[in-house]
């Protein structure tokens, strides 16, 4: 069992005026044991700090933090079986590949052979056995990432916490990595707890993940639950690339009225208020069947090959996207008629952004 939890977790710094600046508020986080977690948020939403927290590199103000369900928040960083890999690899550069890989196990005195053994076993698992006599400097991106990976392996930690590993990788390296890092994971059982700023990263490799704000948690969910059903839209617009769509639209007698569209939609359940109506780019449809339309002009076309995506204005003034599979030629300043369904509607209270409960399908 490898279990970690935050539970009601606060953090302040001092202001450098007499007071403090709070930072965490009453943070909630569930990484279960052998699950890949991410935190994922923009910058200074409190995810490093949470990160370090867990660590025992920051002490929590309030709030407990547990490892299999045994409060830590006294015990040193050094005694809590937890594997640390950082964004700019922390490689000591006068030490060879091994040297830094075993590096942990010396300074606790452990025996040459067991180290060297050690050592062979961490580096087989990522790789780098042909590499163990190199400096890093002679090492590509992904290799040092590799031996700071290894160097977290060898303590036979079965928490493993990452702070952007990957950020410092190209794109096609940073592909690569993900899915080794992924495979590894669920080959050694590890409990990851991985932070980014990077959605896409948060989304093709994590079991569950923990979108982060202004030092709340905003939503915790399955990936997929992340995508389809946001708590807010603050989620909504930070998940997705591009994200979802929020158009205001105001209810009445003869239907829900979206942006200045001049036919109103005529839901099953009724919408008799003023509501943010969301909806997911690939969920537009060019002239398609769906009971719902949308109308707008091209502003611009990103023809990408595999899709093309369209940003439109509609006739509200609202700009909005639409992602059409494959290649599109329509042209700059073209009026076009999309569709979609009630199904593929989220709603949106308009004063706190929360989630409403969505309107049943026609």
Avoid at 11 to 39: C, M, N, Q, W, Y
Avoid at 279 to 298: K, Y
Avoid at 299 to 319: F, I, N, S, Y
Wanted: aromatic share 4%; with cysteine; proline share 6%.
């Amino acid at each position: 069992m490898s279990e970690v939890q935050l539970s009601g977790v606060t953090k302040s710094f001092p202001d450098g005026h007499g007071g403090r600046t709070d930072v965490l508020h009453g943070v909630d986080i569930l990484a279960p044991s052998g699950e890949f977690v991410v935190l994922l948020g923009p910058s200074g939403c409190g995810k490093s700090t949470s990160l370090r927290i867990i660590a025992g590199l920051e002490s929590a103000t309030g709030g407990d933090v547990l490892i299999d369900g045994e409060r830590v928040n006294d015990v040193p960083a050094a005694k809590r079986s937890i594997a640390m890999v950082f964004q700019n690899y922390a490689l000591y550069p006068h030490l060879s590949v091994m040297e830094n890989i075993v590096f942990g196990l010396r300074v606790r005195r452990v025996g040459r052979a067991e180290r060297q053994e050690r050592g062979l076993e961490a580096a087989r698992k990522v790789g780098l056995e042909a590499y163990l006599d190199r400096k890093p400097s002679q090492l590509s991106g992904g290799q040092r990432q590799r031996a700071a990976l290894a160097r977290a392996l060898v303590s036979d930690a079965k928490v493993v916490l990452m702070d952007e590993p990957l950020s410092n990788l190209d794109a096609k390296l940073r592909h690569q990595m993900r899915i080794e890092l992924r495979t590894l994971q669920r080959e050694l059982g590890l409990t990851v707890i991985y932070v980014t700023h990077d959605q896409v990263e948060a989304m093709t490799m994590a079991d569950h993940v923990v979108v982060m704000r202004d030092g709340f948690v905003a939503q915790a969910a399955a990936p997929v639950d992340l995508y389809t059903e946001p708590a807010d839209t603050d989620v909504a617009s930070f998940i997705g690339s591009p994200p979802m769509n929020l158009l205001p639209a105001r209810g009445s007698d003869a239907g829900l009225t979206v942006s200045g569209h001049p036919r109103p939609w005529s839901l099953d359940a009724p919408v008799d208020t003023d509501v943010v109506v969301g909806i997911r780019p690939e969920s537009l449809a060019l002239d398609g069947t769906g009971p719902l339309e949308v109308l707008g002009r091209v502003r611009t076309a990103e023809v990408l090959g595999a899709e093309t995506l369209l940003t439109l204005e509609g006739p509200g003034g609202d700009t909005f996207v639409a992602r059409l599979p494959g290649i599109s030629r329509i042209g700059t300043g073209t009026d076009v008629r999309l569709t979609t369904t009630p199904d593929d509607l989220r709603f949106f209270d308009p004063r706190t952004g929360r989630s409403l409960t969505t309107p049943a399908s026609a």
